[in-house]
């Protein structure tokens, strides 16, 4: 794995969460196949191997794995102590390592969806059996979507200020949008950034769990289905927004993707993995005067 100093000059290194399928496997191919060296960083140590042997076969062999659970602080020190030794530096993170929260009953939810039909909170009645939502589920999603997602950031944070070209990407969602939230007063912090302070935002993004143990979604205004998702990735929003406001010679966006045909979406969907990893690599890849501190709704800047 040890390079010269020159290839360490001049070379740029990536890591991608999450990057042994999906979308997450499709970045990784298509940033190595520019010639970046990708960190394939993934739970599940057997697949994430495969993946990169899959990787091999298809002619791309700039792509190295490393285990990573991003709820696991000393998993998330040995990706970073494994950036460092190797490489010195970290010049693009992709965040894309998530859950969707929910237990999904594949064939009731295809045949819903297939039916015309969509998950919204006017329809949280209709939805035992199809999507269903546990506290244990929501504990999971923010745990991983948010707070993991700041616990691989800040790790890697010392890395990426020594690249001449830093960039971050967030993934996020359609459903990050704040018009999802019902509550005005927290749709109005969120959307603060010139106030809101990262101690803030986990203090929200806590008081949705203990509002969803304790059954008071409706009465404290938080969206009723797909609950925990929705809040993670608005929560994604904003501290895109606060990191990019710290770090101004950064480029840091998050990024909807499109609806994507994965397993998080039971393989429903409108475009390929390989279309929509087309979005957050663009972002990783954006120049030195390119927009930071924003939400692309695939490849346009679009509102919170």
């Known amino acids: ?29 298509q940033l190595a196949s520019k010639g970046i060296v990708v960190v394939l ?25 490393h285990q990573l659970d991003t709820k696991d ?11 460092e030794t190797n490489f010195r530096k970290l010049d693009i993170l992709v965040n894309n390592a998530g ?31 199809i999507v269903e939502q546990t506290y244990e589920k929501a504990e999971e999603c923010i745990g991983t979507n948010y707070f993991g997602t700041k616990r691989v950031t800040e790790a890697l944070l010392p890395l990426l200020q020594l690249s001449d070209s830093p960039r971050v990407v967030n993934l996020s969602s359609i459903y990050s949008q704040l018009k999802f939230i019902p ?10 950034v010139e106030c809101l302070k990262e101690e803030r935002l986990d203090e929200l993004v806590q008081q949705f769990l203990k509002d969803f143990k304790d059954d008071k979604l409706l009465p404290n205004g938080w969206p009723l289905t797909v609950s925990a998702y929705k809040v993670s990735k608005a929560a994604i929003n904003a501290y895109t927004r606060i990191l990019a406001k ?7 966006n998050s990024n909807h993707p499109g609806y994507v045909i994965t397993d998080i ?9 390989e279309e929509g990893a087309k979005r957050p690599v663009m972002l990783a890849l954006l120049p030195d005067n390119g927009p930071s501190g924003f939400y692309f709704d695939q490849m346009e800047i679009s509102s919170f």
């Open 73 to 83: 602080p000393a998993s998330v020190a040995s990706l970073a102590n494994f950036v």
């Open 265 to 273: 979406t039971c393989n429903r969907g409108l475009l390929t993995p």
């Open 41 to 65: 960083a993934a739970r599940d140590e057997k697949r994430g191997v495969e993946a990169v042997d899959n990787l091999k076969s298809l002619g791309v062999s700039n792509v190295v794995f």
């Open 246 to 252: 710290k770090f101004p010679n950064f480029r840091i």
């Open 99 to 129: 859950c969707n929260g929910l237990m999904m009953y594949t064939e009731a939810y295809t045949a819903f969806i297939d039916a015309g039909n969509h998950v919204t909170d006017d329809m949280v009645d209709s939805l035992k059996g």
């Open 1 to 29: 794995m040890a390079e010269t100093a020159s290839n360490l000059v001049q070379n740029r290194y990536a890591v991608v969460t999450g990057g042994n399928k999906g979308i997450g496997f499709e970045i990784c191919r």
């Open 183 to 192: 509550n005005e007063k927290i749709r109005e912090e969120l959307n603060n």
